[in-house]
């Protein structure tokens, strides 16, 4: 049972990367169809993550006062009419219009998921099953870009998201069919606005919780930043063709489903402190090599990928833990909390990969540089977070 569940989650989870990751390819056969520049064409990512960030902030608050079910279903929906849409674009203002939808709908899986476990599971049980939907849903980015490479070259950009509209329908049927209401209506949060915005209000004002989130999000900027810079890093710096993209993804997943394969394990060999610390050594490491290699050479296919691997392994590490630290520190609001952690993790994905990567995606050193920064900036963070005496609510 737990192994259906585990699946189904983390193919919850992989709705929003599949919609990130599948067209990346496509960007220079979207910008020619609508005779768009880079700019316009990077915007259809950017405002899928900002929106994909915002609704993050209130899937968790709606599936605690409706329950999981409803709240995923009715996600669904819209998701699959936006992927319809945007796959008959007319447009690069309706396309971009699809992907303000998309990416309004396409975050609750990871959310609610998230409470679902938190419902069911605690303590180093629950840390277990995160660990292992993190590890199944790892393969989404490692497979989009390779076969929206392939769906680009065989049948062109808008097969891409006929494609996101047939997974969305399959996951529509299967949360239908195999996932249970996992939150009690005697468990659920009445839906009246005052509460509610206390309750959101408790949050923030938690520094304990905001910073263990923030050091969260800023180690996951190192990927984000590649995400971002995906199209121009594949093709112009390492100059190979939109099939090759399996040469950046495979080794950034591949790192984080071994990292989480491990997490899962060490859940009850280790504490989540040693965890999270034993990540960002390894993390620290893959940096400076980073930096290291491409100060000296001119990045190509092995070795400019392989510090990608040793990255995310480390970062695979961490997460879990850390996420787990800050969910603990509201129990009661399991949903809530979730929102707001992967709003603040997917609002710092969306600036880095929106803001920060067409900054330095012309160039492997500044993007090597970049990674090292965030990581910098999200150690800080997680040493803020262990100063003083935890609140407990």
Not at 121 to 128: D, L, R, Y
Not at 289 to 314: D, E, K, R, T
Not at 320 to 342: E, H, K, R
Request: glycine share 8%; charged share 5%.
């Amino acid at each position: 049972m737990n192994i259906l569940l585990t699946l189904l989650l983390a193919g919850l989870t992989m709705v929003g990367p599949l919609a990130i990751d599948t067209y990346l390819p496509s960007f220079p056969a979207i910008a020619q169809t609508f005779d768009a520049s880079p700019l316009i064409i990077q915007q259809t990512l950017s405002m899928f993550l900002f929106c994909f960030a915002f609704m993050m902030l209130f899937y968790g608050t709606l599936s605690d006062s409706f329950g999981r079910r409803p709240v995923i279903l009715v996600s669904l929906v819209l998701y699959i009419a936006a992927s319809i849409c945007a796959a008959l674009a007319p447009s690069i203002g309706v396309l971009l219009a699809c992907r303000v939808v998309q990416g309004l709908a396409a975050g609750a899986g990871s959310v609610v998921g998230r409470a679902v476990v938190m419902d069911r599971f605690s303590g180093a049980e629950a840390q277990k099953i995160l660990a292992h939907i993190m590890m199944v849903f790892g393969l989404a980015p490692a497979i989009a870009p390779v076969l929206g490479g392939w769906l680009q070259v065989g049948f062109g950009w808008r097969s891409v998201f006929w494609f996101l509209a047939a997974f969305g329908a399959l996951m529509f049927i299967s949360v239908q069919r195999a996932l249970p209401e996992s939150l009690a209506v005697k468990d659920r949060h009445p839906f009246h606005l005052g509460p509610i915005a206390k309750n959101y209000w408790k949050v923030l004002c938690h520094h304990h919780f905001l910073l263990l989130s923030i050091a969260v999000g800023m180690c996951f900027a190192g990927v984000a930043l590649y995400i971002g810079s995906a199209a121009y890093f594949v093709m112009n710096i390492l100059h190979l063709p939109e099939t090759a993209f399996a040469w950046m993804f495979v080794p950034l997943i591949g790192g984080m489903v071994v990292g989480s394969a491990l997490s899962g394990k060490f859940a009850h060999k280790f504490s989540r402190k040693t965890q999270a610390w034993m990540g960002f050594a390894v993390m620290i490491v893959a940096g400076v090599i980073n930096v290291a290699y491409n100060y000296y050479y001119v990045a190509a296919v092995p070795w400019a990928v392989m510090p990608l691997f040793i990255y995310s392994f480390g970062l695979a590490l961490a997460m879990t833990p850390l996420s787990m630290i800050a969910l603990d520190y509201f129990p009661n609001n399991s949903g809530l909390a979730s929102s707001m952690q992967s709003f603040i993790q997917m609002l710092l994905f969306a600036l880095v990969s929106g803001l920060v990567a067409p900054l330095l995606f012309d160039s492997a050193l500044k993007l090597a540089w970049g990674v090292l920064a965030s990581l910098v900036v999200s150690m800080i963070a997680w040493l803020l977070a262990q100063t003083g005496k935890p609140v407990t609510h």
